[in-house]
């Protein structure tokens, strides 16, 4: 069934990509010429990475600490024997997304971050209160490094996360709670408009990163002295994990109609 699913899903996105790059009946507008706004972008990536979020936040986080698995904020040290938190796991896809020839940035900050490295300062520091004040997206022009930036709500959507934040003795606020704004995702990039190739180029960049950050998990619990068994089953199954293939075909699944759509919709908004 999941053979046909995913064939399925190839011939949507093969119907779905030669709609977008047909070009229009007016011959005088054929050419390629029309470009992608980079904030349209940025939600993009935005939602993707909220899907992905959720998925590690709720199914391995959430579901693995009952099944017996565990998750600090030292799980690079030989030693301990867990995964990263939610907000390592995004630093870890950010450092890899980082490397990739695309420049693409992201990073995670706060007013009240854990590390103080993520504190927001300077310009960042004043559209984040915005952000906070408006419930409202900001996109911005950072011209001191030249670079288009979009900031996003970073929303505690678990216990897990808010008791986390709550009982981390470096924490400046023990008061968190469901649904409150913990900080922002920003992302930057170089261009205020690109192509259509150079935006899927983007959204790839992203999964490329995700995957890593995924398949860093995987070969870290592969050193634990009990390790859970990799393959088509999650935590909520019991003391198991997905293989990096099942992760990244779940996180698709969620997003990759919504990519397109909103990609479609982007390059008509140019016509």
């Given at each position: 069934?999941?053979?046909?699913?995913?064939?399925?899903?190839?011939?949507?996105?093969?119907?779905?990509?030669?709609?977008?790059?047909?070009?229009?009946?007016?011959?005088?507008?054929?050419?390629?010429?029309?470009?992608?706004p980079?904030?349209?972008v940025?939600?993009?990536?935005e939602?993707?990475?909220?899907?992905?979020?959720?998925?590690?936040?709720?199914?391995?986080?959430?579901?693995?600490?009952?099944?017996?698995?565990?998750?600090?904020?030292?799980?690079?040290?030989?030693e301990?024997?867990?995964?990263?938190?939610?907000?390592?796991?995004l630093?870890?896809?950010?450092?890899?997304?980082?490397?990739?020839?695309?420049?693409?940035?992201?990073?995670?900050?706060?007013?009240?971050?854990?590390?103080?490295?993520n504190?927001?300062?300077?310009?960042?520091?004043?559209?984040?209160?915005?952000?906070?004040?408006?419930?409202?997206?900001?996109?911005?022009?950072?011209?001191?490094?030249?670079?288009?930036?979009?900031?996003?709500?970073?929303?505690?959507?678990?216990?897990?996360?808010?008791?986390?934040?709550?009982?981390?003795?470096?924490?400046?606020?023990?008061?968190?709670?469901?649904?409150?704004?913990?900080?922002?995702?920003?992302?930057?990039?170089?261009?205020?408009?690109?192509?259509?190739?150079?935006?899927?180029?983007i959204?790839?960049?992203l999964?490329?990163?995700?995957r890593?950050?995924?398949?860093?998990?995987?070969?870290?619990?592969?050193?634990?002295?009990?390790?859970?068994?990799v393959?088509d089953n999650?935590p909520?199954?019991?003391?198991?994990?997905?293989?990096?293939?099942?992760?990244?075909?779940?996180?698709?699944?969620?997003?990759?109609?919504?990519?397109?759509?909103?990609?479609?919709?982007?390059?008509?908004?140019?016509?």
């Amino acid at each position: 069934m999941r053979t046909i699913a995913v064939a399925a899903a190839i011939v949507v996105i093969a119907v779905a990509l030669i709609i977008v790059n047909a070009p229009p009946p007016d011959s005088a507008l054929s050419g390629g010429g029309r470009q992608i706004p980079i904030a349209a972008v940025f939600e993009i990536l935005e939602a993707e990475n909220d899907a992905v979020r959720e998925m590690w936040a709720k199914r391995i986080v959430g579901n693995g600490q009952e099944a017996g698995l565990k998750f600090d904020k030292r799980w690079r040290e030989p030693e301990v024997e867990a995964g990263p938190l939610p907000a390592l796991f995004l630093r870890e896809t950010a450092e890899s997304v980082r490397r990739n020839p695309v420049p693409l940035y992201l990073f995670l900050g706060s007013d009240f971050p854990i590390n103080d490295a993520n504190k927001f300062s300077g310009p960042q520091e004043a559209y984040f209160k915005e952000l906070k004040r408006t419930g409202k997206p900001q996109f911005f022009l950072d011209e001191s490094i030249g670079m288009n930036n979009a900031m996003f709500s970073d929303i505690a959507v678990t216990e897990a996360c808010v008791n986390c934040h709550n009982n981390e003795p470096e924490t400046t606020k023990t008061d968190w709670k469901l649904g409150d704004t913990m900080g922002a995702t920003t992302w930057a990039y170089p261009a205020s408009e690109v192509s259509l190739d150079e935006a899927l180029s983007i959204v790839d960049a992203l999964r490329h990163g995700v995957r890593h950050a995924y398949e860093e998990y995987i070969a870290k619990a592969a050193t634990f002295a009990n390790p859970p068994a990799v393959g088509d089953n999650w935590p909520s199954d019991g003391y198991f994990i997905p293989s990096a293939n099942v992760f990244m075909e779940e996180a698709e699944r969620q997003t990759s109609t919504g990519t397109l759509r909103a990609l479609i919709e982007a390059r008509r908004s140019e016509e």
